[in-house]
């Protein structure tokens, strides 16, 4: 389910719920979007917001991923919003701070209580996978800081680089766990913050087929383990 509020700066107040929402991720972060609402329950509500925003302040507003209680689970910022459909769907052209692809597929598995083990994220496409890391980015809040430890991934888990870092990520911290999704935040997850103050050693299994997949990536990444005085085990 989602929900639709305009942004007034104030605690959000939903005008209307809305059964499903279409073309609401994309690749660029910020992107001008046709957002299909699909199954509007209360239309003219929306429309008559809209329509009066952009005539006393600019007509932005929110679409928000909401659970069973109709509570506020993350949201897309949509900027100069304009209707150019309205029956039973509606369509909303404006500027939307979207997600990659692959996040709301994530949500609703959350949702729908099945990310109940590791390794979830191999159903998803390549093209899905950043998707998966950002909502794992979201929603993973270690609870206890570790130090010292020491870890093993391996090289027959994973075809691509954020199949990498999906791979550490559950390797850490569990299901659907969360430990960088580019080359800078693994640096910055190694810096702390991110329930590990300090990582003793990675085994780094059957390196060998990820040194061919990752080519110059696999040095940097090795690189930087070691740049955070962290010994690196090939095998």
């Known amino acids: 389910m989602f929900g639709?509020?305009?942004?007034?700066?104030?605690?959000?107040?939903?005008?209307?719920?809305?059964?499903?929402?279409?073309?609401?991720?994309?690749?660029?972060?910020?992107?001008?979007?046709?957002?299909?609402?699909?199954?509007?329950?209360n239309v003219p509500s929306l429309i008559s917001a809209i329509e009066n925003a952009s005539e006393i302040y600019e007509n932005n507003g929110f679409i928000y991923n909401l659970d069973q209680e109709n509570n506020i689970i993350s949201g897309t910022f949509i900027s100069n919003i304009?209707?150019?459909?309205?029956?039973?769907?509606?369509?909303?052209?404006?500027?939307?701070?979207?997600?990659?692809?692959?996040?709301?597929?994530?949500?609703?598995?959350?949702?729908?209580n099945e990310m109940i083990e590791k390794n979830i994220w191999k159903n998803f496409r390549k093209d899905e996978l950043q998707g998966w890391l950002v909502y794992s980015l979201h929603f993973c809040k270690p609870e206890i800081i570790r130090e010292n430890i020491n870890i093993q991934i391996d090289g027959n888990e994973f075809h691509s680089l954020d199949g990498f870092f999906c791979t550490l990520g559950e390797e850490i911290h569990g299901i659907t766990g969360y430990f960088g999704r580019n080359l800078p935040t693994l640096s910055d997850c190694l810096s702390g913050g991110f329930g590990i103050k300090s990582i003793s050693e990675l085994h780094w299994v059957n390196h060998k087929k990820s040194k061919k997949l990752l080519k110059t990536k696999f040095k940097q990444i090795v690189e930087i383990f070691e740049d955070h005085n962290i010994k690196v085990l090939l095998n």
Not at 101 to 107: F, L, P, V
């Open 82 to 112: 304009k209707i150019s459909k309205s029956k039973k769907n509606i369509i909303l052209n404006g500027f939307a701070w979207t997600r990659p692809i692959g996040y709301q597929k994530a949500t609703d598995m959350k949702l729908n």
């Open 4 to 41: 639709f509020a305009l942004d007034t700066g104030n605690c959000p107040e939903i005008i209307t719920l809305i059964d499903q929402v279409k073309n609401i991720e994309g690749a660029n972060p910020i992107a001008y979007k046709k957002v299909r609402l699909m199954n509007v329950h």
